[in-house]
């Protein structure tokens, strides 16, 4: 190899070095088989009218107070955390307990709590129950499918893996897109992206396949579905409260 050419090839790694990480998304870049999304719309469509229309799911909710930090508190003992910038949080502390809201979900904004009468959406970030468990409006979502049939199980399995998938991608993208977000923390942050997604896929398939080994019969697919969906759910809730902890990033250093 001429010296010429050996030092176009360092200059061409050096650019691909310098070139920012490519992120690893959970929602697969080509479309899964998508026989289950009839099923889905028909438990969807048997379900009791939703009080907000656009919802996959909406709830009716009594708030109860605003605390620091960020910790915002419905009468049924439910604590959200809530995107807020600047003066927003002024709105919450406002509002007076017993007021009714509603808690949704849609695929557009995610989880947020609305103000019907002043339409006042503002984005959730994370929630828990009373006792601290982890909540999202997803869950109860799913649960409102009403899945009976081992085959209805697998399209609401399908749902919830779709769901899930794209609350990890909504997550990573708000993180990314924060203006003060330190470059070595982006470059990190990318990296544990890819090793959850990854992560998420291999332990998945595999705990499906053990339990299809296991089991077998018309309740292995369910069953292993379900797993698969815990999975995920539990890697959209890590990633959820890791992505709290860098909302200082969306300020400028030292404000």
Known sequence: MSFRWMIAGFLIAGLHAAEPAAVTWATPAKPEWDGWVKDVDRMRAARRPQPASGCLHSETVVWDSYHDVNQSRLAD??????????DEWKVLDGWKRGKKLLLC???TNGASLLDPDSETRFLINGGRQEKGDFAHPIDAYLSSLNARSSYDMMSAGYEALR???LEIDRTVRRTLAKKHLPEQERKEFIELTAARVRYCELQGSFGASAIHADIGGT?????????????YRDAYRQLAELAEHLNAYDQEPGK
């Open 77 to 86: 003992g439910r604590v959200l955390s809530l995107q807020w910038k600047g």
């Open 105 to 107: 979900y849609d695929e």
């Open 163 to 165: 769901l899930w998938r």
């Open 219 to 231: 309740m292995a697919g369910p069953l292993g579905s379900s797993y698969s969906v815990g999975i």
